[in-house]
């Protein structure tokens, strides 16, 4: 018992972040942003750019900057910059 509560504790902070909703950060004016390759936690820039808007897969690897971060925003494994919404 004392084995589950454990995984419980460990995993609650997991599907806290998950009810979140993140987005694709605005770009100012703009309707995309950068998009970038995630290797090795750098980031590489890409031809893709991203919608703004678009949900952020937090499932994926991600790397953290500032309070946003760089999350997959679609099937392709590109990253982008999101926020909370």
Not at 32 to 50: H, I, M, N, Q
Not at 64 to 80: E, F, I, M, Q, R
């Amino acid at each position: 018992m004392r084995v589950v509560a454990v995984i419980v504790a460990l995993l609650m902070p997991i599907y806290a972040n998950a009810g979140c909703k993140w987005k694709v950060k605005p770009n100012g004016k703009l309707t995309t942003r950068p998009a970038y390759t995630l290797t090795d936690g750098a980031l590489v820039k890409s031809k893709e750019r991203a919608p703004v808007g678009a949900t952020c897969d937090l499932t994926k690897p991600t790397k953290p900057s500032n309070k946003d971060l760089y999350a997959s925003y679609d099937s392709t494994g590109t990253v982008a910059l999101c926020s909370k919404r």
